[in-house]
């Protein structure tokens, strides 16, 4: 949510590393952008309603290429807006000090109203309606002549949370950055630096990187980098290399960032699965999760907690957990979780599901639940992010950067890693070893099934454009493949804005049934589940009120393709992986029907991948 770069150089311009970073960012908000510039003659600031691509067009009108050598020091912002509407005012960077301080924030302050209200009362005037804005005149309030601890004093008096930097042109060749419940990560090039909000902007110049941690704040100058604590004691924070390459941030020659996503998952997949099964065992490894045997075996509960897709996974994780290893299993919605003064303790395993990891209100559940003694375990895609830190322990996806702000292979490796861990858990219990066998064996097969899923992309699309002028759909699924209908319905409503709905297959006729008509197409998932024959019954029922079925229909079977108007085929799979096969043909169908209805597929109106407000 709201993207922040920050360049530092010696000699080179920051201009093009600015932008170049907002772009990588863009997926994390993109209703307005911005960069502020620092050289001898003082800090000018560049700010664009609507998408990097107009900031861009602003900079290259502005800034001839002849000038921009002389700006060797910068900030940039990408905005999702909280505070205020999408204005050229209300973006960022957010100026004091009569210009001469520049702000990027990334994160909400909670008492800005009342920060606001005295320093108008001291005489400032306020440009925008944002709560950073009040961060900015209070950093130069403070400024008595170190930036660093003007900054830090600043912060003092603010609540909420916050990802910031700031440049000055009363400092010249310094940026303050610091961190608070907002990601901020420092790339260490040989002659540059960087900062942002994530690697993803970063990896094009250097893969040594630095994650500050909450309550860190940095001097960044272009030849060092000193980190503090907000009381200006120093503070050491380690080097670590990041394995992300560029290439796997680019597009690849697929038109979309979600096509590319949805076809990598073949490989991506295998490396969330690799190395982690035993197969003479009949289980998995998962040395993240350092439990023991017996600790294990004393697990009284499972809650898993997520939000949008994360949860959606962390439904069907509710199956996986309660069939292969006889526990109850919660999933949880993280905020309506962190609200509702959860009843957990140390025989409950809280397993946090995001690919993020940076999810305000699943970070905020996964405190709660270390408060209160839980057993809490990370299952997390973004290495090094807040919520793998916290948990402690953890499993890493591996599925490698999601850029498209829709999520779907870290959803299809959030199953595959909840389905290991069940298999881990049910191990120590009473799963036998001919059961585990078999999982081990089926896992091992998931990356070829899912190439055959994603070989009938061509079919899917042709059945996408029989639908694509509808603007209601409902998709109906039972048992694991419930969770796999709620998925595939808020699929199609993010990138192709179609109302959708997912309900359980049985509960469709306790009022929703009344919405039918030949204009209301249902999706109906109809894998070889137990439960299958009922859905179909379902089925009945929905053409019945003439409404048009989408199958997602096992190969071969012939009375599920029969019994719908459009079947959609997938391989044979065992339960436990088929609402992973339903769900990829389900990312191709919303794909197909944003693509023909000229949707903004890897941007879609209003939403943000890292939702780092609650
Ligand atoms: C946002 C994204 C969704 C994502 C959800 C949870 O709403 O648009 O795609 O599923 O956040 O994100 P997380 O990173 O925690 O999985």
């Known amino acids: 949510m709201c993207g922040i770069v920050g360049f530092s150089s010696l000699n080179k311009s920051a201009v093009g590393p600015l932008v170049n970073g907002l772009r990588r960012l863009e997926y994390r908000g993109y209703d307005s952008a911005g960069v502020a510039l620092e050289s001898q003659d003082g800090i000018k600031v560049y700010k664009q309603t609507g998408k990097v691509a107009e900031l861009d067009k602003l900079l290259s009108h502005a800034l001839p290429e002849s000038e921009r050598g ?28 009569n210009g001469n301080l520049a702000l990027v924030h990334n994160g909400i302050i909670e008492n800005y109203a009342a920060l606001r209200s005295g320093l108008e009362k001291r005489g400032i005037k306020f440009l925008s309606q944002t709560d950073t804005e009040v961060l900015a005149h209070l950093v130069a309030t403070f400024d008595k ?5 003007a900054v830090s004093e600043a912060l003092k008096h603010v609540e909420g949370t916050y990802g910031i930097a700031t440049i000055s042109a009363r400092h010249p060749g310094e940026m303050i950055v610091a961190r608070k419940g907002s990601p901020l990560v420092i790339g260490v090039g040989e002659k540059d630096i960087v900062v942002a909000s994530d690697v993803s902007a970063i990896v094009a110049y250097t893969h040594q990187v630095i994650y500050l941690k909450d309550g860190d704040i940095a001097r960044i100058t272009p030849d060092g980098i000193d980190v503090r604590s907000l009381d200006n004691s120093p503070v050491t924070r380690e080097m670590q290399e990041v394995d992300w390459d560029i290439g796997s941030i680019e597009k690849g020659g697929y038109e979309h960032f979600m096509l590319k996503e949805i076809f990598e998952q073949p490989d991506a997949l295998a490396n969330t699965i690799r190395g982690r099964l035993d197969p003479s065992g009949g289980t998995a490894f998962l040395s993240g999760l350092s439990l023991s045997p017996r600790e294990l075996a004393a697990v009284g509960r499972v809650v898993i907690i997520g939000c949008g897709t994360s949860l959606h996974a962390g439904m069907v994780g509710k199956y996986l957990f309660e069939n292969l290893a006889d526990i109850p299993t919660s999933p949880e919605q993280a905020a309506e979780f962190r609200y509702s ?5 140390p025989n409950d395993w809280v397993i946090a599901l995001s690919q993020s990891g940076e999810t305000a209100d699943t970070l905020a559940a996964v405190r709660e639940s270390i408060r209160k003694g839980a057993l809490v375990s990370g299952l997390c895609n973004v290495v ?26 870290a959803f299809t490796a959030q199953v595959i890693a909840l389905l290991m861990t069940a298999l881990k858990l049910g191990r120590t219990r009473r799963l036998s070893f001919e059961h585990g066998d078999r999982l081990v064996k089926e896992i091992q097969r998931i990356p070829e099934i899912i190439k055959e899923v994603l070989a009938e992309n061509d079919a899917i699309a042709k059945v996408a454009e029989k639908y694509a002028s509808a603007d209601d759909m409902f ?41 039918l008509s030949e204009k209301t197409p249902v999706v109906a998932l109809l894998a070889d589940i ?39 085929v997938v391989p044979h799979a065992s339960p436990e992986i088929a609402p992973i096969v339903s769900v990829v043909a389900l990312q191709l169908l919303a794909y197909h ?15 943000a991948k890292s939702v780092t407000v609650e």
């Open 70 to 97: 002389k700006y060797t020091i910068g900030i940039a912002h990408t905005r999702w807006a909280t505070h205020g509407l999408p204005t050229r005012a209300n973006a960022h960077p957010h100026v004091a000090d």
């Open 593 to 607: 029907v944003a693509r023909l209805r000229g949707c903004e597929i890897d941007q879609p109106r209003n939403l």
């Open 341 to 345: 003064n959860p009843i957990v303790g």
């Open 475 to 515: 998709f109906i699924g039972r048992g694991i493949l419930y969770p796999a209908a709620l998925e595939g319905a808020l699929k199609i409503k993010e990138v192709a804005y179609v109302h959708a709905e997912g309900y359980q297959a049985a509960e469709l006729k306790h009022g929703p049934i009344a919405l």
């Open 145 to 149: 002549g170190d930036f660093l601890v």
């Open 530 to 568: 137990p439960g299958k024959e009922k859905t179909l019954g379902n089925v009945q029922e929905c053409r019945a009120r003439h409404a048009p079925v989408i199958g997602i229909v096992t190969k071969g079977d012939e009375a599920a393709a029969a019994a719908v108007t459009d079947a959609l």
């Open 384 to 409: 090094g992010s807040t919520i793998a830190r916290e948990a402690g322990r953890g499993v890493y996806l591996h599925a490698g950067p999601e850029i498209s702000v829709a999520s779907t292979k």
